[in-house]
């Protein structure tokens, strides 16, 4: 095998492991020797070829356990969404009937906190260095200015801040479809509004293109276009 198909043989001997474990059923010792044989095959390819810097500094228990989105849509509309984080045991669901926290005490519905003007406003954001030189990192950094306060970090959990009345705005750019569409429901469902920098609805495929990975999200529509007049002079 050339280098760049290598990866098919641990993808092969970890179906291999899975096939003789279903064989063996469950409980037995072919069972449990099939299983670890598995683990070993994925534990050595993410060792040989996986980022193994995404587990290292002071937060790698944290980073390991980082949010899982799962989301679904209707006609390339965001339409249900899903937030969970196993480190703090929440999870934040959106959709036609509502927006809900379900954590280790049971269900509590979520909304968006009122916030009239940018001056008052608790702004979060993943990396500064998400920004791109020039005209994009102008802007964020003129509307980083006005804000109350600037969060770094967070990564998805800003999203479920906005929609628990914790954080009033996020703003990102260079983000990936699967990073942001499952969120939608989720704020939107709290109250709060979701657009690219233009001001348009995020939503699949050659649409969310024209965003260029580049969104706000917010949860109130007053400080959302105060913030929309700056950002999308980018």
Same mark, same amino acid.
């Given at each position: 095998l050339t280098?760049?198909?290598?990866f098919?043989a641990?993808c *092969?001997l970890?179906a291999?492991g899975?096939f003789?474990?279903?064989?063996a059923?469950?409980?037995t *010792?072919g069972?449990?020797w099939a ?10 390819a993410?060792w ?5 810097? +995404? ?13 899982t989105?799962?989301? +679904?849509?209707q006609?390339g ?7 969970d984080q196993p480190y703090t045991g929440?999870r ?6 509502? *927006?809900?926290?379900i954590?280790?005490t ?5 909304q968006?906190?009122s916030?009239?003007d940018?001056?008052d @406003?608790v702004?979060g ?7 791109a ?6 802007a964020f950094?003129t509307? +980083? ?14 999203y479920?801040m906005v +929609?628990?009345g914790?954080?009033?705005?996020v703003v990102?750019?260079?983000n ?9 429901p989720v704020?939107? @469902?709290a109250?709060?509004?979701?657009t690219?920098?233009q ?7 050659d649409?969310?293109a024209?965003?260029g990975g ?7 529509r007053?400080?959302?276009?105060? @913030?929309l ?6």
């Amino acid at each position: 095998l050339t280098r760049q198909w290598l990866f098919l043989a641990p993808c *092969a001997l970890g179906a291999l492991g899975l096939f003789l474990a279903r064989r063996a059923g469950d409980g037995t *010792a072919g069972f449990y020797w099939a299983t670890a044989f598995t683990a070993v095959v994925y534990a050595a390819a993410w060792w040989l070829w996986g980022n193994r810097q +995404a587990f290292m500094g002071p937060k790698k228990l944290i980073d390991v356990l980082r949010g899982t989105l799962i989301g +679904a849509m209707q006609d390339g509309v965001p339409a249900v969404g899903l937030m969970d984080q196993p480190y703090t045991g929440e999870r934040f669901i959106g959709g036609p009937s509502g *927006a809900f926290l379900i954590g280790r005490t049971g269900r509590t519905p979520m909304q968006a906190r009122s916030c009239t003007d940018l001056d008052d @406003a608790v702004m979060g954001a993943t990396d500064p260095r998400m920004f791109a030189k020039g005209g994009e990192a102008d802007a964020f950094r003129t509307l +980083a200015d006005r804000v109350k306060l600037l969060r770094y970090g967070g990564d998805c959990y800003n999203y479920a801040m906005v +929609a628990m009345g914790q954080m009033d705005l996020v703003v990102e750019a260079g983000n990936q479809a699967y990073d942001i569409l499952p969120l939608v429901p989720v704020i939107e @469902a709290a109250g709060g509004s979701v657009t690219d920098w233009q001001g348009r609805p995020l939503r699949a495929g050659d649409a969310f293109a024209q965003s260029g990975g580049r969104m706000i999200a917010s949860g109130d529509r007053r400080i959302h276009g105060q @913030a929309l007049e700056i950002l999308s002079q980018a």
